[in-house]
């Protein structure tokens, strides 16, 4: 490895990383990463234990709600605050800030506190998911960018896999609440080789001017949002209510979008919307996110519910997904080093995936464990596939000044996916079964397989029209240095 030239913000600051500092570095820039995004898959594992503890079984959903929620509100604000405040020092702050929270989360005397300190922690966590891309976009030249990115994008399936692993251990030996002490000394470990290893990069804007009417209309928007989904599910909740509450978020988008196009230094800026491969891009990350839980999800209810095997079980059948997910990335990055184009690489990201949404959807009550294995690991490469891809092609096709921004639309649209479809997916399964709550442990095999069936049939169907999407995706050859 060669020593990298790096050019930084609007002024053309250059630098020279040596490649042991490049090594340090995205050895930082992963384990900040690996924070944000290991917390919720251990959080899964824990939560029997913490409702055991806290008690509020009725508000087992809103630490993993909240979390979401403000962690997508922190990851579009945080592209835009890193350009006034610098790429360093936000990262800085969201790791300490993820720290802070996890002090506090682990420290929580009922679930209300867990649930109000589990949003701090959400915040710093979204800084955490998107400013690592951003210090790639900039570190690196636009051919080199795929490499570096797909080897950041295997850290969220290498989370997905040890998640529900240290989560049991740790809640096993030592209690839940280490489940969140375990994150203190990761975090100081990443802030002290931030501290050292990361490279001068000059702020891209000189003028701290805060857009708050789009941050206030951006935050109605989500949490309306985000409430309406959480709830939909709910027959306690008036459908009225749903409905106000989707609608208002309608009417605070159209005020967000109105407000971005008259802001001075907008935290989305509409002139992004007319770029064909920002477009084309943010809806392919949408898709793909979707699709990828849709597998997540469901595959470990297949397993549990329609070949009646142990939770245990399930959890090592859904290994094999999360590492072809974890080596794809990879291999993505380094073909698009290698080649220096993305549009055919992301068109075959999206043909695996609807293979493997094929596949999964002819599976039943006989399909044997390789049958599970197979098809769920050709959707988890053909998914790991997409992040690089897209994070590439929407940095090489905004301008120096908008990669931040462009970067953190990128995570934006994948949270928003995952959110937007695991309601609709959980709908389609209380419509196939149509079965009162009270009933629903005693569900037949078949009955579940015909839910779960349908579940996939949507996931494939919406697989087809991101492959579709890709089609028109603009292409060009990376170049190998530095833009001026």
Not at 117 to 131: E, K, N, S, V, Y
Not at 294 to 299: E, P, Q, R, T, V
Not at 472 to 484: A, I, N, Y
Request: with cysteine; proline share 4%.
């Amino acid at each position: 490895m060669t020593d990298i030239d790096f050019k930084n913000g609007n002024h053309g600051a250059g630098g020279k990383l040596a490649p042991v500092e490049v090594k340090v570095l995205m050895v930082a820039l992963m384990v900040s990463l690996l924070v944000g995004a290991l917390d919720n898959s251990i959080m899964s594992t824990a939560m029997p234990q913490v409702i055991s503890s806290l008690g509020g079984m009725a508000y087992y959903v809103w630490p993993f709600t909240i979390y979401m929620l403000a962690s997508t509100i922190a990851i579009i604000l945080s592209g835009k605050l890193s350009d006034m405040y610098g790429r360093k020092r936000i990262l800085v702050l969201g790791i300490a800030l993820f720290v802070a929270a996890s002090i506090l989360c682990g420290f929580a005397g009922d679930m209300l506190q867990l649930t109000f300190f589990r949003g701090i922690q959400g915040m710093g966590g979204g800084i955490l998911m998107t400013i690592p891309f951003i210090v790639v976009a900039e570190i690196f030249p636009p051919r080199q960018r795929g490499k570096y990115a797909g080897i950041l994008s295997s850290v969220f399936g290498l989370a997905n896999v040890l998640g529900p692993v240290l989560g049991g251990f740790i809640t096993g030996f030592v209690g839940w609440r280490w489940v969140f002490f375990i994150n203190i000394p990761v975090g100081l470990a990443a802030i002290y080789l931030l501290l050292s290893y990361f490279p001068h990069m000059e702020e891209v804007l000189k003028e701290r001017i805060i857009d708050y009417r789009g941050i206030i209309t951006l935050i109605a928007s989500l949490s309306s949002m985000f409430l309406a989904l959480t709830f939909i599910e709910n027959p306690n909740i008036p459908r009225s209510l749903l409905i106000a509450l989707f609608i208002f978020a309608g009417i605070m988008v159209a005020a967000f979008l109105y407000l971005e196009k008259r802001a001075r230094e907008p935290i989305l800026p509409t002139h992004l919307f007319k770029k064909s491969v920002f477009n084309v891009s943010a809806l392919a990350m949408f898709l793909s996110s979707a699709v990828m839980f849709c597998g997540i999800i469901y595959l470990p209810l297949f397993i549990q519910k329609v070949q009646k095997l142990s939770p245990e079980y399930s959890g090592l059948l859904i290994i094999p997904m999360l590492l072809s997910l974890t080596f794809s990335a990879i291999i993505a990055g380094q073909i698009i080093s290698r080649t220096g184009t993305y549009k055919k690489l992301a068109i075959m990201a999206f043909i695996i995936i609807t293979a493997g949404m094929f596949l999964l959807s002819t599976l039943g009550t006989g399909s044997t464990i390789w049958e599970l294995v197979i098809y769920a690991a050709v959707l988890g490469a053909g998914t790991g596939m997409t992040y690089p891809i897209f994070n590439v092609a929407v940095q090489n096709a905004v301008s120096r000044r908008d990669i931040a921004v462009g970067t953190a639309s990128m995570q934006f649209f994948r949270n928003i996916g995952a959110t937007v479809a695991l309601p609709i997916f959980g709908v389609i399964v209380n419509l196939t079964i149509n079965m009162d709550i009270n009933t629903a442990s005693n569900i037949p095999p078949d009955l579940m397989n015909l839910a779960i069936h349908n579940v996939y049939l949507l996931g494939l169907i919406i697989s087809i029209i991101g492959l579709a999407s890709c089609f028109f995706l603009k292409d060009v050859v990376l170049s190998s240095r530095m833009e001026g």
